[in-house]
């Protein structure tokens, strides 16, 4: 669902901070969804959702992961990794490995079909983000991800 900002008419009075920040959050949808389009189509191209891409790229950057922790980088559901990994798993790129600690707990690991994928495909989608952020100059680019990690911070204090 796409956030709108209604006129001050419609919605009543409100004060300037209260307008600024519905227009931060459109912006900040907008922009979010623009740029994922272009991940979207990057990894569609390798026959992956973004969600399964998520996994594999975490799994490339972090190495074996316990499911729950899996889950929690990649921001899904407990049923939501399940699925994810079972599906990469049908296509022989990630496979689960017991945890020697915690018989209940299984870690997610990518298979040598699946490191090599990623190797491969990985660096194509960098620059399919790269290209979808280059409205911004550099210093743009790390000024706004300390103001958005600022902000993100401060939403989930609240």
Same mark, same amino acid.
């Given at each position: 669902?796409?956030?709108? !900002? %209604?006129?001050?008419? @419609?919605?009543?009075?409100?004060?300037?901070?209260?307008?600024?920040? !519905? #227009?931060?959050?459109?912006? !900040? /949808?907008?922009? =979010?969804? @623009?740029?994922?389009? %272009? @991940?979207?189509?990057? &990894?569609?191209?390798?026959?992956?959702?973004? @969600?399964? =891409?998520? &996994?594999?790229?975490?799994?490339? %950057? #972090?190495?074996? *992961? !316990?499911?729950?922790? *899996?889950?929690?980088?990649?921001?899904?559901?407990?049923?939501?990794?399940?699925?994810?990994?079972?599906? *990469?798993? #049908?296509?022989?790129?990630?496979?689960?490995?017991?945890?020697?600690?915690?018989?209940?707990?299984?870690?997610?690991?990518?298979?040598?079909?699946?490191? +090599?994928?990623?190797?491969?495909?990985?660096?194509?989608?960098?620059?399919?983000?790269?290209a979808a952020t280059e409205g911004l100059g550099e210093t743009e680019q790390r000024i706004t991800v300390s103001l958005l990690r600022r902000l993100g911070l401060g +939403? /989930? /204090?609240?």
């Amino acid at each position: 669902m796409t956030p709108r !900002l %209604h006129s001050a008419a @419609a919605a009543g009075r409100r004060g300037g901070d209260t307008d600024l920040a !519905l #227009k931060l959050w459109v912006v !900040l /949808a907008r922009s =979010f969804r @623009a740029i994922e389009a %272009h @991940a979207a189509a990057d &990894v569609e191209r390798h026959e992956l959702t973004l @969600a399964e =891409f998520g &996994v594999l790229e975490a799994l490339y %950057h #972090k190495g074996p *992961l !316990l499911l729950g922790d *899996l889950q929690r980088r990649i921001l899904v559901s407990s049923g939501g990794v399940t699925y994810l990994v079972d599906r *990469l798993e #049908k296509r022989g790129l990630v496979e689960r490995r017991p945890c020697e600690g915690d018989k209940r707990s299984r870690y997610a690991a990518l298979t040598a079909r699946g490191e +090599a994928f990623v190797k491969r495909i990985f660096p194509e989608h960098a620059e399919a983000i790269r290209a979808a952020t280059e409205g911004l100059g550099e210093t743009e680019q790390r000024i706004t991800v300390s103001l958005l990690r600022r902000l993100g911070l401060g +939403a /989930a /204090a609240r």
